[in-house]
Every structure is written in C-alpha cells, then in structure tokens.
C-alpha cells in the first residue's frame, strides 16, 4: 500500500497545486460562497458542545474517561507522524516519536497514559500536509469542509495520504484496524467536547466568524510551517485537530 501511494504522488503534487493563488493575494479562497455554506453547518455542531445540560460552562464528557481515549487516539496516530518525520529528513523527530510511541505502547498501557511526556518525550507534530510543504507544493485554495473545519488544497490531500500511509494498516487485522478507528473516532469526539467552549468563543463573538477562522487557521498553519510570523492559538486545531 504505502509503494502505491508513493507511486501516486505525481497526481496528488497536481491536485494539491490546481489552484494558484494571483500574484499578492495573501488569502486564496475562490470557493467563499460554498465555504461559508459548510462553515454554517460545522458553527451549529460547534454549538452542541458548548456546554453542559445545565447551561454550565465545560466538557460534558468526565475527565477520566476522555483523556486515556485522548491519549489512545494521539498514540495510534504516532507511527503515520513518524513517517511523515522521515520524509521531511527530521530524523531527530522521527525518533522522538518513536521513543514515545514505544513507552506509551508499554509501560503506559497501549496508550492509556503518557508517561513519554513525563519523561520529555514530547511528540513532534506533524502531517503529509507539512510534507508537500516541504517539498515545495504550494497552498493552494482555502476550504472549510463538513467536520474536518479549516484546511487547504494542500492539507486536504495531505489527510488523504495520510490514511494511507500509516505503517498500523500494514500491520493491525481487520478487527483491529477497526477498533483503532473506533478509538480515533472517540477521540476527535472527546476533543470536541472539551474544546466547545473555547470555539464558541471565537464563532460567537465575532462579527464575522467565517472571515475570522479563516484568517486564524491560515496564519497559524503558516506559522507551523515556518512560513510566517507567530499568530493567536488556533482553536480549530483542538477541535478538528486530526487523530488516525
């Protein structure tokens, strides 16, 4: 799988460039108006995490059972990070996660815990979508989509290939590759409760909230990457953050 994917990189360098940005232009969004379409739709699933049943503030999900699904979703999604580290030559990081893979494989109970992080063992970021970054594909045209939130041509196509590149698929049975994606899947839902306050912030109080997280997301992106000057903490990043 991962020497077909490869093997279709050509392809995915096109699609993720098929839309220039003109000369000076600092936002490239041709696709607003369908934009703001799914932007509206990923607002009111924002608002449903906004809050506990009472109208008190905060995750509805308890701390002790989000967190270990949290900690098991980010876990599994280390190996495909790791590649990603190698195909951008940062054999530095790509050790670093595998380091902590292996200890949170282990001792911290197949990713229940975090003891790599207690030991410094921090994980170093990171996506195919930063890869073709590297590699020189440009940006591309800003798009929001249905659950995924913010993103570009360029990230979109990196979260393709990034399915595929995971070393888990080579190796897990059916029946685990599926629990693997049930625990992901748990773990982008228990970010979003946690995160419901935070992005009710910045969709609520302002003036126009597609214009601003579109301006937040492609400045912190760009930033990550080394390509622009530090911005606010994205919050998008909690809520839709990708886990594997």
Sequence with gaps: MLTKTLSSLPILFC??????APPGTDIHDPF?????????????????FGGNDDGSDGPRIPEAISLPVINVAENLSLPGIVVNNLLQADLEGGVANTARFL???????????DPADAIGLTEVDTDFGATLAAWGVPEGAYLELAFVGPTTERD????????FLDPLGQVLSDDEALLA???????????????????????????DSYAQTRLIYLQ??????????PAAVDPYEELFGVIE
């Design 181 to 207: 994606s049930a625990f992901g899947i748990a773990g982008r839902v228990a970010k979003i409760d946690q995160s419901g306050d935070v992005i009710g912030d910045v969709l609520n109080e302002s003036a």
């Design 156 to 163: 979109a196509t990196g979260d393709i290939v990034d399915i």
């Design 103 to 113: 200890v949170n494989s282990t001792v911290g109970v197949l990713g229940l815990f």
């Design 15 to 20: 699609f993720a460039a098929c839309s220039i």
């Design 32 to 48: 607003e108006q369908s934009n703001r379409q799914v932007h509206a739709f990923n607002k009111s699933i924002a608002a449903s």
């Design 220 to 229: 912190n992106r760009r930033f990550e990457l080394g390509q622009d000057a």
